[in-house]
């Protein structure tokens, strides 16, 4: 059964400090990773995927993510964390990409607090 | 492009009483899902419909929920009766033949 795991509930980090989220995945075959941001009364948005290739991928906001298959990983980064990155973190893993394929599984999200 | 909408933003019933959300994915995107996430848990699927087909319904608890997507593009989900259990935030989402999901800004139910 594939799952998600984000070990760490909430992250707190200073404003210009750099930031990591951890996400760590249990798939079969090859993995399609999603990094989604929650804030307060929205929905989820978009902030970058992994599909094949390079395994750093970068993202909106500045946000990038390291695929690492060894260590089955996909940990968020951003060199200088903003106050206004605080929100809720969600990692997903899905089986496809598009169509019938993509149903997303989250992981529980961990809650990035950055203080000015 | 406009984005995924849902109605309501926020809804109240009591146990045992039925509610009904709706969805309007983004134009042309033939996959839909309804999400359910608890309050410190991460978004679960309930169901997947590509066009009217339905992909995936495994995790949808089929005595009391129901969804259905006409003519392939708006969709409802129905809770009948509703239980406590199910206060949640409901999310719809969609997306193309071959790209990531876009989400609405879901559905707080609130069962007393």
């Known amino acids: 059964a594939q799952s998600v795991a984000q070990p760490e509930d909430q992250v707190n980090v200073a404003e210009g400090n750099p930031l990591t989220v951890k996400c760590t995945y249990s798939?079969?075959?090859?993995?399609?990773l999603f990094w989604y941001v929650q804030y307060p009364n929205r929905g989820l948005q978009f902030l970058l995927k992994?599909?094949?290739?390079?395994?750093l991928v970068k993202g909106s906001y500045g946000f990038e993510a390291e695929f690492n298959k060894s260590q089955t990983s996909f940990h968020l980064k951003k060199p200088s964390a903003l106050v206004s990155d605080s929100a809720l973190y969600f990692c997903a893993v899905s089986p496809g990409y598009g169509g019938a394929t993509n149903k997303l599984i989250f992981g529980t999200g961990t809650l990035l607090a950055v203080q000015p | 492009e406009a984005g995924v909408a849902q109605s309501p933003r926020y809804k109240i019933i009591e146990k045992r009483q039925s509610v009904a959300f709706w969805c309007n994915p983004i134009?042309?995107?033939?996959?839909l899902y309804w999400y359910q996430q608890i309050l410190g848990q991460g978004p679960k699927l309930l169901i997947q419909f590509q066009n009217n087909g339905v992909v995936d319904d495994s995790q949808l608890p089929k005595d009391r929920f129901s969804a259905e997507r006409l003519k392939g593009v708006d969709s409802t989900l129905k809770i009948q009766p509703a239980k406590l259990e199910d206060s949640a935030v409901y999310l719809c989402?969609?997306?193309?033949?071959?790209?990531?999901?876009?989400f609405g800004q879901g559905t707080r139910l609130t069962v007393v």
């Open positions: 989402a969609s997306s193309p033949s071959r790209g990531h999901e876009f």
């Open positions: 992994y599909i094949t290739g390079d395994n």
């Open positions: 798939v079969s075959g090859n993995p399609y």
């Open positions: 134009s042309g995107h033939a996959t």
